[in-house]
């Protein structure tokens, strides 16, 4: 049964750091690109991070680059999202979401309070 488990979120204040943790199953993870994803209350869910299977490419939305690091250790099956300097705006539900196997996530809740 393939799952994603998405944990490490929680309240934070402005400026302050958070790492989320993706813990994949049921697939071999390693061989496929894995995208962080988060939707804020009341707007639509969007891209805001993106891993090939070996972790040399990345991407990222524009609100984020710079702030933001998406990692993988395939030892592991797990993909990391580093958060620094926390926004306000930064706060919504990531999701991270396996492209090839259409497969997301539960989330977890981010705050960021100013």
């Known amino acids: 049964q393939v799952q994603l488990v998405e944990s490490g979120g929680g309240l934070v204040q402005t400026g302050q750091s958070l790492r989320l943790s993706c813990v994949t199953s049921?697939?071999?993870?390693?061989?496929?690109?894995v995208n962080w994803y988060r939707q804020a209350p009341g707007k639509e869910r969007y891209l805001v991070a993106s891993i090939d299977a070996t972790g040399t490419s990345t991407n990222y939305a524009d609100s984020v680059k710079g702030r933001f690091t998406i990692s993988r250790d395939n030892a592991k099956s797990t993909v990391f999202l580093q958060m620094d300097s926390l926004k306000p705006e930064d706060t919504a539900v990531y999701y991270c979401?396996?492209?090839?196997?259409?497969?997301w996530g539960q989330g977890t809740r981010v705050t960021v309070s100013s």
């Open positions: 979401y396996c492209p090839a196997l259409d497969h």
């Open positions: 049921g697939f071999t993870a390693r061989l496929f690109s």
